[in-house]
């Protein structure tokens, strides 16, 4: 299975990054799409960047979590979240707020999407805060709550931390980090692998690859994923 990654931007300059982004899913033709920074605009837009994306995509199956406000530096708060692009069925999703720390800036979601293919696929969509030590505790919530239910999901999206495997002992027993395979840059800016997938050790890690600049402020992260056994 192909698994994409990619913080949207909002709807900063989304004219010129549409059609790079619907020719990028074109060409990688992903069984799904996780989705970071979906917003809804309505001075911009009666639809969010997902529901935009899907209307010339045509991925069967759409799944949005756009339920958090967030405050703006100009103009008032806005409505912003989630979303995953799957060709498989979705059976089932769940998105559960993130614990807010009193000087975090933002407000924080997990997103678990399960698709039905061959096997029965669960993934955790995230967006961490913007700071270290909040996104390591965001992380670290949503590990906990997975090894409370017992389960393990394939976790990506933007972590917004660099050099993640640092904490490798968070996870170590169960999952591979990407960064951990191979060395990249997903946020130019910085120069920074602030974007990862989360792999159960269930699963082969076949691939990494990185987008090309243009389609967002971060390089889309595909990668392709087989059980074992």
């Known amino acids: 299975m192909k698994i994409v990654s990619l913080n949207l931007r909002g709807f900063f300059d989304w004219e010129a990054r549409m059609p790079l982004i619907l020719r990028y899913l074109e060409r990688e033709q992903p069984e799904v799409v996780l989705l970071q920074e979906v917003v809804y605009l309505p001075e911009v837009s009666p639809f969010s960047q997902l529901d935009l994306l899907n209307q010339a995509a045509g991925f069967p199956h759409l799944h949005s979590s756009i339920s958090r406000l967030q405050t703006a530096t100009q103009g008032g708060p806005y409505r912003e979240g989630l979303g995953v692009l799957s060709r498989l069925p979705v059976t089932g ?133 087989l059980p074992i056994g």
Do not use: C
Request: net charge negative.
């Open 93 to 225: 999703s769940e998105t559960l707020v993130l614990l807010h720390e009193e000087n975090d800036p933002h407000n924080r979601l997990v997103q678990f999407v399960d698709v039905a293919g061959d096997a029965l696929w669960k993934f955790a969509n995230v967006h961490l805060s913007v700071r270290d030590d909040y996104a390591l505790h965001h992380l670290q919530e949503v590990l906990g709550i997975l090894k409370s239910r017992g389960e393990k999901r394939i976790i990506g999206g933007d972590f917004n931390m660099n050099h993640l495997e640092r904490h490798a002992h968070l996870w170590r027993d169960d999952y591979i980090l990407t960064t951990e395979i191979e060395h990249y840059v997903s946020f130019a800016a910085s120069r920074q692998a602030n974007d990862y997938f989360l792999v159960p050790k269930e699963y082969a890690l076949r691939s990494i690859e990185l987008s090309e600049d243009g389609l967002s402020d971060h390089r889309a992260l595909a990668v392709e994923v």
